[in-house]
């Protein structure tokens, strides 16, 4: 991923008005360039990347899994016919065997879920927008622990669920 440098400056106005006409005697703008910053990455590259470490994905497949995420919509579903496969593979600069692979790594770790032929689905734990209740319906079905220690390492344990018994709720 390309990292976007930007010029930074700092404004300051300075301006004088007369409080008893209100004619504005004065009228000044300094502008200061403080040099080439690097600009932040998108709040979602960040996360994949911490997803990414939390799953032992590589670069790569971190790369696929934020094109592949960008295709879902709002039910969480993302399509992957091998016309998507093939435009994905262009954007992350790698093959559609490579891209295939790594679907097989985000469904082993739960990132994905199969649901039909080119169907996948994000696990809504990690990837969800649109109406909550419609949500928390979605995360039923996918089950996934967070252990973070002192030490600062984490654990994930993750498992699809198809069904819950009725007396059972699914853990917090």
């Known amino acids: 991923m390309t990292k976007i440098r930007r010029m930074a400056t ?4 300075t301006t004088h008005i007369d409080k008893q006409t209100g004619e504005v005697l004065y009228d000044n703008i300094v ?18 990347d911490d ?17 592949i995420s960008s295709y879902s919509g709002y039910d969480g ?5 091998l016309g998507i496969k093939n435009k994905i593979a ?3 600069d790698c093959t559609v065997s490579a891209i295939n ?11 994905l ?5 080119g ?8 990837f969800a927008r649109g109406k909550w209740r419609e949500i928390r319906e979605r995360r039923k079905e996918f089950y996934t622990k967070t252990t973070y220690r002192r030490d600062g390492t984490k654990e994930v344990e993750t498992n699809v669920i198809e069904t819950l018994p009725a007396d059972v709720s699914p853990p917090l």
């Open 51 to 67: 997803l990414g470490g939390l799953h032992d994905l590589s670069n790569g497949q971190r790369s696929i899994l934020l094109y």
């Open 101 to 111: 692979t790594a679907i097989m790594k985000l469904c082993k770790v739960n990132l």
């Open 31 to 48: 502008q200061t360039d403080i040099g080439i910053i690097a600009a932040e990455p998108a709040y979602v590259k960040l996360y994949i």
């Open 10 to 13: 700092i404004e300051k106005r």
């Open 77 to 81: 579903y993302v399509s992957l016919p």
């Open 90 to 92: 262009k954007q992350a």
């Open 119 to 126: 169907l996948y689905e994000l696990n809504p734990d990690y």
């Open 113 to 117: 879920r199969h649901d039909d032929v």
